[in-house]
């Protein structure tokens, strides 16, 4: 009777923490994971896999509707595969998110992490100059640069990697303020800590104190809205290409978009096929951005 007994709280008191532990995580999160490791996957080897060249045009296959028997996406108008630009668009378009808002990233916080800690008249100038950038739209700032920058005409066509370089600095340089005032807030939460003014008080050096206790604590809230920049920069990218001074050729999704939206009565998935790409991947930047941050607000209640 007493072992009965015993299993059955047993089994009561275990079933909660099972449950629980298997839903830790939601759903959207592995939704997110999946979806970005697919891309990730798609960008770094997508050229192993048994797809045509994304620039080649294939003229006895002039607009094929997806699930075709040799295109499996289908084409567009003018022969070109869906599912190879896709993938070429993949690659292009991770490789100037990922740099613009990792070099971004990386010198907004320096800028922020910095100016907070030492406050004082660099601190002041700083979230001014912060607030000057905020104040500029991104589209628009991207725009004038593009523009002056990597001008093109008939005369002088700017080439594919002076385009791609320009987009990249013009995106790194958005990101600067939208990382950097995250950093600043961070920084100065983090600075009035009890463990941080022990240090200060010990002698230990500034810089000593910014890289083993600042950093570490301010490098998640930077991580939890780099994903979300992420998704900020592939949707100007988009619209720059729209525009018709980001990357030509249809190299990305948004010059994919971009090429196929005068066709969309006649080819919808040359517009559907990247829009959903785009689509997806920024809301799985954004849901694995709220993850983290989420995971940021409890580690932080428990310090």
């Not at 997508?46 to 997806?66: C, E, K, N, Q, R």
């Not at 907070?116 to 000057?132: E, L």
């Not at 950097?180 to 961070?186: D, P, V």
Request: hydrophobic letters at 50%; one cysteine or more.
């Amino acid at each position: 009777m007493s072992e009965t007994s015993q299993l059955s709280t047993t089994d009561v008191i275990d079933t909660p923490v099972k449950v629980r532990r298997k839903r830790k995580r939601p759903l959207g999160f592995y939704f997110a994971a999946t979806w970005i490791a697919l891309i990730i996957f798609l960008a770094v080897f997508g050229w192993i896999l048994p797809a045509p060249s994304w620039d080649t045009s294939f003229y006895d296959s002039l607009g094929v509707h997806p699930f075709h028997h040799s295109h499996i996406l289908g084409t567009t108008l003018d022969g070109y595969d869906m599912f190879a630009g896709l993938v070429n668009g993949a690659r292009l378009s991770v490789f100037v998110s990922l740099v613009s808002v990792t070099i971004g990233g990386a010198i907004g916080t320096f800028i922020g992490v910095t100016s907070a800690y030492f406050r004082g008249k660099i601190d002041m100038i700083v979230t001014m100059a912060f607030n000057v950038m905020l104040s500029i739209p991104n589209l628009v700032l991207s725009l004038a640069l593009l523009s002056v920058l990597a001008y093109s005409d008939e005369n002088h066509p700017a080439t594919m990697s002076r385009r791609v370089g320009v987009l990249m600095l013009s995106l790194t340089i958005v990101i600067i303020p939208i990382l950097g005032r995250i950093a600043r807030g961070a920084t100065l939460q983090w600075s009035s800590r009890e463990f941080v003014l022990a240090s200060k008080s010990m002698g230990t050096k500034n810089f000593t104190i910014i890289r083993k206790h600042i950093l570490p604590n301010v490098a998640p809230a930077i991580l939890a809205i780099g994903f979300l920049a992420i998704g900020s920069v592939i949707i100007v990218e988009g619209s720059l290409a729209i525009l018709g001074i980001g990357v030509p050729g249809g190299a990305s999704w948004g010059s994919m978009l971009a090429n196929g939206r005068g066709n969309i009565a006649y080819s919808p998935w040359e517009v559907y096929l990247p829009a959903g790409a785009i689509a997806l991947t920024v809301i799985s930047c954004n849901w694995f951005g709220d993850y983290v941050r989420t995971s940021l607000d409890k580690r932080e209640s428990k310090i």
